[in-house]
């Protein structure tokens, strides 16, 4: 009876360790930081949820997000807008990038596509 009750308390052990260094790495990878994202180009997805509760980037000149985000992986201009594009990470097919996209100097809208 002693030896089934010592491998289900080390299994329960396991399985609630296991659980508490995966909620340890995934806060540390999710929490945005400007030194994470940019050591971390291919991590930074998981970093979006943070970046846009920390920083409200909407309204946002250029140089804010600049000093925010640092320089952008692309600027293109579309339907009269200036686009900043920053690579955010891969899924092994596709690219994902984070949009900022200015109008008048300011931010009006932010999101993530897939290339």
């Given at each position: 009876?002693?030896?089934?009750?010592?491998?289900?308390?080390?299994?329960?052990?396991?399985?609630?360790?296991?659980?508490?260094?995966?909620?340890a790495v995934e806060h540390n990878i999710s929490t945005y930081s400007r030194q994470k994202w940019d050591e971390n180009e291919d991590l930074r997805f998981?970093?979006?949820?943070?970046?846009?509760?920390?920083?409200?980037?909407?309204?946002?000149t250029k140089e804010e997000t600049i000093d925010i985000l640092g320089e952008p992986t692309n600027v293109a201009e579309y339907g009269g807008r200036e686009i900043f594009e920053y690579y955010i990470g891969s899924d092994g097919l596709d690219s994902f990038i984070y949009v900022v996209s200015f109008e008048n100097g300011a931010a009006v809208s932010v999101g993530v596509t897939q290339n």
């Open positions: 009876l002693a030896v089934p009750l010592i491998l289900l308390i080390v299994m329960f052990s396991a399985v609630a360790l296991n659980a508490a260094i995966y909620n998981y970093m979006i949820d943070d970046l846009e509760d920390k920083y409200q980037l909407t309204g946002k």
